[in-house]
């Protein structure tokens, strides 16, 4: 890597390096260059220390973990800006709102220098510069040193090592249809031959390999080039090779005229007669939109322009949204509202999959189950679906490579399931889920968007739309309405269509049947449609729940004030502090709390009606004890006692052996 005209320049594909002046520094050990790494991906931003620790040591968090981040930090500045003084500020790394952020010239790391490079090629390409085109793939292949992050440990590590493979061999291969189609195809066979060599399996690759074999007069290697391909799918994957691999062999073998090949960005074959690659299957798979959606107006403009501008960076991370939020919020109806809106940048179709990660009617779609469902979407014949995830998902990646899709994966249960879903390239995946997937944010840079209730105004808006004319938004029966409802999509409409199905009840009557907290829930329910009863989508969250984080929100569910503490849950709930904090954040984090202030906790109004119906699942006896430690607790002096109590008996519980 050129090491000279900047002050500091950091390499990243390859060994990680860098370079102060010209003059190479040393960056320490494997997790300090992993700091590093992070860093210089991200550089002009600031990351904070939780995701620097979930990046460098993922789910095995040492204790020691935030002292090391200090500590790999403090030597980083060492050598990058050796001139702050030993406790000066440093201008190259710098602290700010809880994180770090390296401050590195634009072209100052050969990442992002590839990135640009790489969508300047593809801009000349589309404008018909086909020379310069070249010239500029060569430039960016030519930063390679190695496999990106090599060596470097941790789980953002390993997830940028095969995003940038990806892009590199995406490149090369654009690079070669563009010398292919300029007729240089003796040029391109031995970087073609090297990089099948490194992913034998990517079809892609060999196809233009055979072609510019069989192009330069080289039949026998061409064709033993498939050979060797077609055996490796078979053992590897389990799988012949695709219909392009098989037309092109039989071509060779004939001797028939041979397929045209466009230019560098060229994915497949013009689609004539000649042609290796049947037109592509163009799924349209997104369901309807609902009547009478409203609100959600700043959400929806913040993550069109946000994909905008990520669809906009050539050979960036694949897109992805993720929209979290309680039961019955509207999340679904959200991200279909944002796929309708961004089709025209998608024409190569939408594919649409319910992961059914709550639902009580089917078990949860793993991983394997929706890429099977995925795949024959996407034409897949079930004789040619390999049987495990690893093949299935790759086989998924190849077909979507270089296409412009909308994937959009509704009700996911955790990151795990969504990871191998997400295909590299220009496609775009929208994703709902009722957890908060921070781990997907931190290490596939997942965008998340927090949707809550409506606003009053918006609530009564929907009201006054689905109830046939019987509200306007500024009755006080509308508004009262509204406050019964909590601002909840699902239970407004259900009281909106019961309201319409009414027209001889007057509205304040109907309304006043949903004022009693007991029988809310019965009211808020469509017959014979388990999906469409607030009580029964709170019921899949719950019983989502680990054990302990469900029986402390039943707990919960029988205190009776507004706002509450860590002490009083732990006091409910007859654990020490810290297990209690613990099992909050679970709450929060699957939306069945909300963390009103710093370490001070309310439910949803509703949610808390169906917190003390579960309440009511635990035994008498056990009930009348919670509520006789939160009365002990309430008292100053015992309140220390009690909390002093369950914090060593929960030390005592720890220390025993099992």
């Known amino acids: 890597m050129p090491t000279t005209g900047e002050p500091l320049r950091i390499q990243l594909l390859g060994p ?19 700091v590093l790494g992070l860093l210089a991906s991200r550089a002009g931003e600031v990351v904070c220390v939780e995701h620097i620790i979930d990046a460098v040591w993922g789910s095995d968090i040492p204790q020691s973990a935030a002292n090391g981040v200090h500590t790999y930090v403090a ?27 390296l401050r590195v010239a634009t072209d100052g790391v050969d990442a992002t220098l590839f990135a640009r490079r790489h969508a300047a090629a593809r801009r000349a390409d589309a404008e018909g510069d086909t020379a310069t085109a070249l010239r500029l793939y060569a430039d960016a292949l030519s930063l390679w040193r190695g496999g990106a992050y090599s060596g470097i440990p941790g789980p ?12 590199r061999l995406t490149a090369i291969e654009e690079w070669a249809g563009g010398m292919l189609a300029s007729g240089r195809q003796a040029e391109a066979v031995a970087d073609l031959s090297a990089a099948v060599a490194e992913e034998p399996l990517r079809e892609r690759l060999c196809w233009l390999l055979m072609l510019a074999l069989y192009r330069s007069d080289r039949q026998a290697h061409a064709l033993a080039v498939y050979g060797e391909t077609r055996r490796l799918l078979s053992r590897e994957l389990g799988i012949e090779p695709s219909a392009e691999l098989r037309s092109l062999h039989q071509r060779i073998l004939t001797g028939r005229t041979e397929p045209t090949v466009g230019g560098p960005t060229a994915q497949v074959p013009p689609a004539d007669t000649e042609t290796v690659v049947a037109t592509p299957l163009r799924p349209a798979q997104l369901p309807p939109l609902a009547r009478g959606f409203v609100g959600r107006a700043k959400e929806l403009t913040r993550m069109e322009k946000l994909l905008d501008e990520s669809c906009s960076q050539q050979g960036a991370t694949t897109p992805v949204v993720v929209a979290d939020g309680p039961a019955s919020v509207g999340k679904t109806a959200f991200v279909l509202r944002l796929a309708h809106r961004l089709l025209d940048r998608f024409p190569d179709g939408q594919l649409y999959v319910d992961l059914c990660g709550t639902s009580l009617r089917a078990r949860p779609l793993s991983a394997a189950d929706a890429l099977e469902q995925l795949l024959r979407s996407l034409g897949v014949e079930g004789s040619r679906i390999p049987a495990g995830l690893a093949g299935r998902a790759s086989l998924y990646r190849s077909l979507l490579h270089g296409r412009h899709m909308l994937v959009v994966l509704d009700d996911a249960p955790n990151a795990d399931q969504l990871r191998p879903l997400i295909p590299p390239g220009p496609s775009c995946v929208l994703a709902t889920s009722r957890q908060r997937l921070t781990g997907l944010a931190v290490r596939d840079g997942a965008h998340l968007v927090r949707l809550g209730p409506l606003d009053e105004g918006e609530s009564a808006g929907l009201l006054a739309d689905l109830s046939g004319g019987r509200l306007n938004g500024q009755d006080p029966v509308a508004l009262r309405l509204v406050r019964l409802c909590g601002g909840l999509p699902l239970a407004l409409r259900i009281a909106a269509e019961q309201l319409a199905a009414s027209p001889d009840v007057p509205p304040a009557s ?4 949903y004022a009693a907290e007991r029988g809310r829930l019965d009211r808020l329910a469509v017959e014979d449609d388990a999906s469409a009863s607030v009580r029964t989508v709170f019921e899949t969250s719950y019983l989502a729940l680990p054990a302990e984080a469900a029986r402390m929100f039943r707990y919960l569910g029988l205190y009776q004030g507004g706002t509450f503490t860590v002490g009083c849950a732990a006091a409910l ?30 439910f949803h109004d509703l949610i808390r009606i169906f917190a003390a119906e579960c309440a009511e699942r635990e035994p008498l006896p056990l009930r009348e004890a919670a509520l006789t430690r939160l009365l002990q607790a309430e008292q100053p002096v015992p309140e220390r006692r009690v909390a002093q109590a369950a914090d060593r008996d929960e030390a005592w519980a720890g220390a025993l052996p099992l």
């Open 16 to 34: 990680i390096r860098a370079w102060r002046d010209g003059t190479e520094v040393l960056t320490g050990p494997p997790k300090q260059r992993a």
């Open 75 to 101: 030597g980083l500045r060492r050598v990058l800006d050796p001139g702050r003084g030993r406790r000066g500020s440093s201008s190259v790394l710098t602290s700010a709102s809880g994180g770090y952020c």
């Open 156 to 167: 953002f590590a390993a997830m940028e090592r095969t995003r940038l493979q990806d892009l």
């Open 510 to 513: 109907l309304v006043e049947q």
């Open 573 to 602: 709930a007859g654990t020490g502090r810290a297990t209690a904090r613990r099992l909050l954040d679970l709450l929060v984090d699957s939306h069945l709390l909300e963390e009103a202030r710093r370490h001070k906790y309310r």
